[in-house]
């Protein structure tokens, strides 16, 4: 794998021409169909999902959705959902239960939007609500971080069974910039925030929080995206492999997340567990 | 000799609020008059009348945050008071610098281990698990032990079929525990959906303020969701939406008012109703909403 510095690291998973969920979904699905709408007020394009087949079999695809162009990135908030968007999600994800369909979602998001009126439409709920129909499904949920994992508004797609990360994909509590800006009350140390906050994709890995890192191009995805889909449809297969074998997903998934951080508390003994 | 296990409980709650440092000894309050602005209204209040309220200004209403132990000992029946996991904290798994040293006078300061305090007790003759988080201490902020302590605390209303009481205020995941501070959200919003599909009643009360990865896990998923009056709750703060939309927000918003208008909660209550309000809803649930285990 490269050698490249965490920053750098940032640079390349928010480059855009980077392949985002779009893209993926092209190269590495047929016959795909786009559920839209959140059934109860809105259509938020930052999230994209549907049912598509992936080597025959079917699945239900969900991503974070970045515009290719400035109009479209006005609509979609440059990828940054709204609560419409995870409210989508939600039923997405219900539908694929219904059907007993595993579950892909594509991570690459700067955050959930912070604007009046998603707030106002209860942006900390409809993530909440991700989290905890994430928590409880009894089908296999498979997470790719592609490009920028941000956040809360990332995490409400990423409660995978199985995350896997490309290398150069980020993953963090909250941006290298708003980091600086809440410790240090200095959004320009940035670079430094990166060098500590443990946001590569190696890190991750390391920490527990990612499973598997998938190699990318010396210079990032966007120079050979052909090789990067194949390296993802091969990971995919193993995951989704693996995931068949787990009797109940559910249980597996709820251990995993109740273990996080579980190395770093002062006092161990879990007698409530 | 269940009378003298719960004297001791009790003075061990009192003592922990006397640590916490809010409640003035009563020797400080037999001598002259102590007064303390109101951040609300800015009249001086005497600190005798902020201990009485509690921390309620008698002119204009405000709410100031009050410790997790205090909290506590004005809800729970006298002497059943039980901590669970009270020498829980995490380490540093970004070996942040300076951070075990912030820590260390955020304890000293506080009296608390972490940023929560979860008990086991009665109210009006209920059992139920009561989680407070406190506000002084890194903002309450939620980090793994955070994380873990109210995991912990929901998987034994769940075990214990006890319905389950959180009091919430949270800057959000803490900073210097990274992405391990956000994956706690994951891991408390799905020990919430195992103890409700169990059943088990859970009732959130929003307190000043609550943000960010708490408003978008435990805080947001309560079967009834209850606020302190004034207390501002959103996921992104204030601060950050007035930079994307380069305006200023309007009067009021994401405060507890405002969340009751938008469908976001069922009821503001005063902190001197709190008690009587919880008791009644927990009534309403039959068995105090037990979980079936």
């Known amino acids: 794998m490269a050698d490249h510095s965490p920053a750098r690291r940032v640079a390349l998973a928010r480059d855009p021409g980077r392949p985002g969920t779009a893209q993926f979904l092209e190269a590495l699905f047929t016959d795909f169909f786009e559920q839209r709408g959140d059934r109860l007020c809105a259509d ?26 400035l109009e479209e990135n006005l609509a979609c908030h440059f990828g940054m959902p709204t609560p419409e968007g995870y409210r989508k999600a939600q039923r997405i994800m219900k539908a694929a239960e219904k059907f007993r369909r595993p579950i892909i979602t594509f991570v690459d998001t700067a955050g959930a939007y912070p604007g009046l009126e998603a707030e106002a439409r209860g942006q ?47 993953y963090s509590v909250l941006s290298p910039e708003g980091f600086a800006s809440i410790l240090w009350k200095d959004s320009s140390r940035a670079q430094e925030a990166c060098d500590v906050m443990k946001l590569t994709a190696a890190d991750l890995q390391e920490l527990g929080v990612a499973d598997q890192v998938i190699p990318e191009p010396e210079e990032g995805a966007h120079t050979d995206p052909q090789a990067v889909f194949a390296a993802v449809d091969e990971a995919l297969s193993a995951a989704l492999r693996q995931m068949d074998r787990v009797g109940d997903p559910a249980q597996h998934r709820y251990k995993k997340y109740r273990g996080m951080g579980d190395g770093w508390l002062a006092v161990p003994g879990k007698e409530n567990k | 000799m269940e009378t003298r296990f719960s004297q001791r409980r009790q003075r061990l709650l009192d003592l922990k609020v006397r640590r916490e440092g809010q409640i003035p000894a009563p020797a400080r309050l037999a001598g002259p008059a102590v007064f303390e602005q109101c951040p609300g209204c800015g009249e001086p209040v005497p600190q005798t009348q902020w201990a009485r309220g509690p921390y309620v200004c008698p002119r204009c209403g405000y709410h100031r945050p009050i410790g997790g132990y205090l909290r506590l000992s004005q809800l729970l029946d006298p002497g059943t008071f039980r901590e669970l996991d009270g020498t829980l904290t995490s380490g540093n798994p970004l070996d942040f610098p300076g951070y075990e040293q912030k820590l260390a006078s955020a304890r000293r300061s506080t009296g608390l281990a972490e940023g929560v305090v979860s008990a086991k007790g009665k109210l009006c003759g209920i059992p139920l698990v009561m989680v407070v988080m406190d506000s002084r201490f890194f903002m309450g902020s939620m980090g793994v032990a955070v994380g873990e302590k109210v995991t912990r605390a929901v998987e034994t209303a769940r075990k214990a079929k006890l319905p389950l009481v959180i009091f919430t205020a949270s800057g959000g995941a803490r900073m210097q525990e990274g992405i391990l501070s956000l994956m706690q959200m994951a891991k408390t919003a799905q020990a919430i959906q195992k103890f409700q599909d169990a059943g088990g009643l859970y009732i959130t009360v929003m307190t000043h303020p609550t943000t960010g ?6 805080a947001s998923l309560g079967d009834i969701a209850l606020a302190e009056p004034g207390a501002l709750s959103g996921f992104a703060g204030p601060r950050v939406i007035e930079q994307t939309i380069g305006e200023k927000l309007p009067e009021g918003f994401q405060r507890a008012e405002y969340l009751l208008e938008h469908g976001f909660l069922d009821a503001v209550v005063p902190r001197d109703r709190m008690k009587e309000t919880l008791c009644s809803i927990l009534r309403l649930h039959g068995k105090g909403g037990a979980a079936r285990g």
């Open chain 1, 44 to 69: 938020d394009p930052a999230i994209l999902g549907g049912v598509a087949l992936f080597h025959g079999r079917p699945v239900t695809v969900l991503g974070h959705r970045k515009g290719k162009n």
């Open chain 1, 124 to 170: 900390g709920e409809a993530i909440a609500r991700c989290l905890a129909l994430m928590g409880g499904l009894t089908v296999p949920i498979i997470t790719l971080v592609i490009g920028e994992g941000g956040s809360g508004g990332a995490l409400a797609l990423g409660m995978g069974n199985k995350v896997l990360m490309l290398e150069n994909a980020v």
């Open chain 2, 213 to 218: 990865g708490v408003t978008a896990s435990f």
